[in-house]
Nanobody, 128 residues
């Protein structure tokens, strides 16, 4: 079993930056693709970014492309989401997730239904 714990969310002003972390424990996630999703009040959970098991492939939602960057440190079993130029519309609970479907394969998925393990989320609030 895999446990994921997100951290780093807080209140920030528009234009600011945050770095979210997702620490995995239990079974290693080093062979899994990892993703970040977010959910704003009254909205469905949406894909933000994903990274392959090796870190060699990444993919972003159009809404965050050029502003957010996903990375991973497999030695620390941790995935990061660097968020720059934050906007009020980025306000949401951010979740990290692990996809075990394509172990050690450079394939990324954007549907939340494809991810197997989820963290509890961390709140990001961007004030205007």
């Amino acid at each position: 079993q895999v446990q994921l714990v997100e951290s780093g969310g807080r209140l920030v002003q528009a234009g600011g930056s945050l770095r979210l972390s997702c620490a995995a424990s239990g079974r290693t996630t080093n062979n899994y693709a990892m993703g970040w999703f977010r959910q704003a009040p009254g909205k469905v959970r949406e894909f933000v970014a994903a990274i392959s098991w090796s870190g060699g492939t990444t993919y972003y939602a159009d809404s965050v492309k050029g502003r957010f960057s996903i990375s991973r440190d497999n030695a620390k079993n941790t995935v990061y989401l660097q968020m720059n130029s934050l906007k009020p519309e980025d306000t949401a609970v951010y979740y990290c997730a692990a996809d075990k479907s394509y172990s050690r394969v450079e394939i990324l998925q954007t549907s939340a239904l494809e991810y197997d393990y989820w963290g509890q989320g961390t709140q990001v609030t961007v004030s205007s």
